[in-house]
């Protein structure tokens, strides 16, 4: 439950990702860790443009993030190894991210992001790896695994 509400999921969706992190060989909590992270909406929470997982899925519905130039819409969408990350030109002129570079370069984003307050982006660099992430991850697996 704690998980779920942390992401912002709803239960059906909560279980796809652990079938599906279930169904690859290897460690199963991990599996399921990357795939939460790798969320946009929470890739946009940890680089610090938005101040929930909330606000980052609801920047990311408005059409104020562009994956790799484009922009994207889908907050459960997968970043992968690679992608950047940035914030659309009509977004940064607003009032709403007047200050945000100077936000941003208070900001300490986790060691799989590679992040530019200049240029208001971030790059992922590798996958998603969080040792403290505020639920038990293998009691979860256990759950589901019934």
Known sequence: QKAKQLYGLLEKQFSNYVAEASNKTG??????VNYLESRLDNVIYRT????SRRAGRQLVSHGHILVNGKKLDIPSYRVRVGE??????KSKASALFEKISEKLSKV?????LGLDPKKVSAKVLNAPTVDDQGY???SIIEFYSR
């Open 136 to 138: 038990d991850a293998k």
């Open 108 to 112: 300490e984003a986790p060691g799989w």
């Open 48 to 51: 610090g443009l938005a101040s």
């Open 27 to 32: 460690d199963t909590a991990k599996f399921l």
């Open 84 to 89: 950047e990350i940035s914030l659309s030109d």
